[in-house]
């Protein structure tokens, strides 16, 4: 069975400043795609990586793929308040929609 | 619509009855996914329809569930005899193909009274 462990499982931080989310497991995946959920939606896609050792920006976020494919970083310049929600990875071991997510990071940005 | 919508959004109901939950996709999305998500646990998955091809219901926890896709289109999932631990918000999600981008509804929130 495969897992993905994230952490920190919750975060506060101040409008401002810097943080790093981690998702790690023992297996590999053929690619793992990260989601911001918000409360009452569903998982709204931010990223999939592909490559081990890829990185993807998209604006104040920046993304990471170990180079093994077993691990994945996400990474958020001066967070703002709209950036509040829950982050969750997920990775693909191959099938392409059987899906290994994790418990997810619930983040709180303050003003 | 422009995106994934379920219904109903909330659903009570009580131990031992049938609940049906409904996911319309997006149109022209071929694949179609439930996943369920109970407190404090990772979205779990529970069936997945492409196209016309037999849907993989690996995921699904007990023979009390069941799902069809009619038309390529809506999904209907089925809980017969509902129990406590069946409590969970139960999420849709449609793409193009495996390799599109995956767009999930906002879900329905199933309580088991």
């Known amino acids: 069975t495969q897992l993905l462990e994230q952490s920190p499982q919750f975060l506060s931080i101040q409008e401002g400043e810097n943080l790093t989310v981690y998702c790690n497991s023992s297996?590999?995946?053929?690619?793992l795609q990260w989601y911001r959920q918000e409360p009452g939606e569903g998982p709204v896609l931010l990223v999939t990586?592909?490559?081990?050792?890829e990185v993807k920006k998209l604006k104040r976020l920046t993304f990471q793929f170990g180079d093994a494919r077993k691990d994945s970083s996400l990474h958020i310049t001066a967070a703002q308040p709209g950036d509040t929600g829950l982050y969750l990875c997920?990775?693909?071991?191959?099938?392409?929609?059987?899906?290994?997510f994790g418990k997810g990071t619930l983040l709180t940005v303050n003003p | 619509g422009a995106g994934v919508s379920q219904s109903p959004s909330n659903k009570v109901t009580e131990k031992g009855k049938d609940v049906e939950l409904r996911c319309d996709p997006i149109?022209?999305?071929?694949?179609l996914y439930w996943y369920r998500q109970s407190l404090g646990q990772g979205l779990e998955f529970l069936i997945y329809?492409?196209?016309?091809?037999?849907?993989?219901k690996s995921g699904l926890p007990s023979d009390r569930f069941s799902a069809e896709r009619t038309g390529g289109s809506v999904s209907t999932l089925t809980i017969q005899r509902t129990q406590q631990e069946d409590s969970a918000v139960y999420l849709c999600?449609?793409?193009?193909?495996?390799?599109?981008?995956?767009?999930f509804g906002p879900g329905t929130r199933l309580l088991v009274l």
């Open positions: 329809f492409q196209g016309n091809s037999a849907p993989d």
């Open positions: 297996s590999v995946f053929s690619s």
């Open positions: 990586v592909v490559t081990g050792g």
């Open positions: 149109s022209g999305h071929t694949a």
């Open positions: 999600a449609s793409s193009f193909g495996t390799s599109g981008g995956w767009v």
């Open positions: 997920a990775g693909d071991g191959g099938s392409n929609y059987k899906l290994t």
